[in-house]
């Protein structure tokens, strides 16, 4: 289990500016196959011929928000084992332990910088395969 | 570098500056979303927009490199909540405050395009 690269991410955010950023970082830098989306209504067009190893999902959407983009995503066969990272420019006292019940890996702040992102995207999901090898072992 | 963190980098330079051309219309926007909402305080549809799109400037000024820009986004946010959070709407200090928080915001967006129209104008000599 630990030879398991990541390869595809799914990543929804309503900010262009910032979706083009990091769908760059993670192609170039990270050389991963990224479906980038503006929505949950998207994401849910895209997910099942996706096939996701992963989820990144921005918490604050103006229709529907992250974690309920993750609980819809994970509704489809697609999607319902995939880790999940969320981004967000504010993360409250209280938030991240009730994101890490919804079975989020971590959060990513806003602001980042978008050279380290793709970088820090792996380290994450490593730290889950490591955990979970550990959790087999 | 190795060639990825070269393309990478090139292209953040391109979207940094494509942000950074376009703030004064991002501020502008906020600006006329504030008009709307002091013109129906009870909309508060008008102020969600606002709210997020202000939230939005903050997260994405730092991650184009435009620190004081996403400082006085946050600053913005923050005055807005209290707006918010007075019964009465548009009170006046509160609303003095906010008005004095997007003035610092178009400041530093401004010059934030300035900088980078004039790093555009090196680019195109060079």
């Not at chain 1, 950023?21 to 994401?43: H, I, N, P, W, Y």
């Not at chain 1, 697609?78 to 890996?105: E, H």
Request: hydrophobic fraction near 40%; aromatic fraction near 4%.
């Amino acid at each position: 289990m630990t030879d398991a690269t990541l390869s595809r991410i799914l990543y929804v955010e309503d900010d262009a500016d910032i979706r083009e950023v990091v769908r760059m970082s993670l192609q170039t830098l990270g050389k991963f196959e990224v479906a980038a989306c503006d929505s949950c209504a998207a994401a849910l067009e895209l997910v099942d011929e996706f096939n996701p190893e992963l989820l990144l999902l921005d918490v604050m959407m103006p229709d529907v928000d992250g974690p309920t983009t993750l609980r819809k995503l994970r509704e489809r066969a697609s999607a319902v084992g995939a880790p999940a990272i969320f981004i967000t420019a504010k993360v409250q006292a209280g938030d991240m332990a009730r994101y890490r019940n919804m079975g989020v890996l971590d959060v990513i702040v806003k602001p980042f910088d978008p050279m380290l992102l793709s970088s820090r995207v792996e380290q994450i999901w490593r730290g889950n395969r490591s955990k979970s090898n550990d959790d087999v072992g | 570098m190795t060639t990825s963190d070269d393309e990478f980098s090139r292209e953040l330079t391109r979207l940094t500056t494509a942000f950074a051309a376009q703030l004064p219309q991002q501020v502008q926007s906020l600006e006329d979303d504030l008009a709307a909402w002091l013109s129906a305080p009870r909309e508060t549809a008008l102020f969600d927009t606002l709210g997020h799109k202000v939230h939005q400037l903050k997260g994405a000024g730092g991650t184009f490199g435009c620190s004081t820009v996403s400082e006085a986004a946050q600053v913005l946010e923050q005055r807005l909540a209290a707006l918010e959070a007075d019964a009465t709407g548009a009170a006046g200090s509160d609303l003095d405050e906010v008005e004095a928080a997007m003035q610092v915001l178009r400041r530093e967006a401004n010059r934030m395009y300035r900088s980078a129209a004039q790093r555009g104008k090196a680019g195109t000599q060079s």
